[in-house]
T-cell receptor, first 113, second 115 residues
Framework: AQSVSQHNHHVILSEAASLELGCNYS??????LFWYVQYPGQHLQLLLKYFSGDPLVKGIKGFEAEFIKSKFSFNLRKPSVQWSDTAEYFCAVSVTGANNLFFGTGTRLTVIP | ETGVTQSPTHLIKTRGQQVTLRCSSQSGHNTVSWYQQALGQGPQFIFQYYREEENGRGNFPPRFSGLQFPNYSSELNVNALELDDSALYLC??????????????FGPGTRLTVT
């Protein structure tokens, strides 16, 4: 069965610090990878997704993620965080052709001004 | 705001009771997926409805059932409530079934507490 691991439960950074959130998945087949974000009091929304091609994917608000197939990883990065990036971040996996997402447990990011 | 609405926002039920949660999808979307998010966990897929038919189901018992109506709104029904059913229930609407092809737009969720 597919599983998604996010090892960082809570990350605290100062503004302008660089961010990297880890995501590892377990599945041997072809997968599609997603990062979702939930800002305080708001709906879950898509940050970026990967399905093929360039393993470095750029999303909204300056976020990017790199797919490393050999490591089964899809880490989220941002070179310089802002206070407004404070949110919960979820990594998710979908098997090609399937109609559902498998989510990780989430990482809470707190950015201190 | 995504245009996906859910009702009620919160409710409290007693173990053994039944509950119905509702979701109105974004205009033009024909697919609704339901997820359960327990405290401290990520959302878990319950099932999906596409054009009024169930289109995939996660690892949830049959007491979790659903409906989709001709206007593509949807209901999630849970019978014989258990304490572990306490969670945030999310619905997501999309233009089709596959998350890769069709972005899922999530609603704000219904917080269910079972006592």
């Amino acid at each position: 069965a597919q599983s998604v691991s996010q090892h960082n439960h809570h990350v605290i950074l100062s503004e302008a610090a660089s961010l990297e959130l880890g995501c590892n998945y377990s599945y041997g087949g072809t997968v599609n990878l997603f990062w979702y974000v939930q800002y305080p009091g708001q709906h879950l929304q898509l940050l970026l997704k990967y399905f093929s091609g360039d393993p470095l994917v750029k999303g909204i608000k300056g976020f990017e993620a790199e797919f490393i197939k050999s490591k089964f990883s899809f880490n989220l990065r941002k070179p310089s965080v802002q206070w407004s990036d404070t949110a919960e971040y979820f990594c998710a996996v979908s098997v090609t052709g399937a109609n559902n997402l498998f989510f990780g447990t989430g990482t809470r990011l707190t950015v201190i001004p | 705001e995504t245009g996906v609405t859910q009702s009620p926002t919160h409710l409290i039920k007693t173990r053994g009771q039944q509950v119905t949660l509702r979701c109105s999808s974004q205009s033009g979307h024909n697919t609704v997926s339901w997820y359960q998010q327990a405290l401290g966990q990520g959302p878990q897929f319950i099932f999906q409805y596409y054009r009024e038919e169930e289109n995939g189901r996660g690892n949830f018992p049959p007491r979790f059932s659903g409906l989709q109506f001709p206007n593509y709104s949807s209901e999630l029904n849970v019978n014989a409530l258990e304490l572990d059913d306490s969670a945030l229930y999310l619905c997501a609407s999309s233009l089709g079934g596959q998350p890769l092809l069709y972005e899922q737009y999530f609603g704000p969720g219904t917080r269910l507490t079972v006592t």
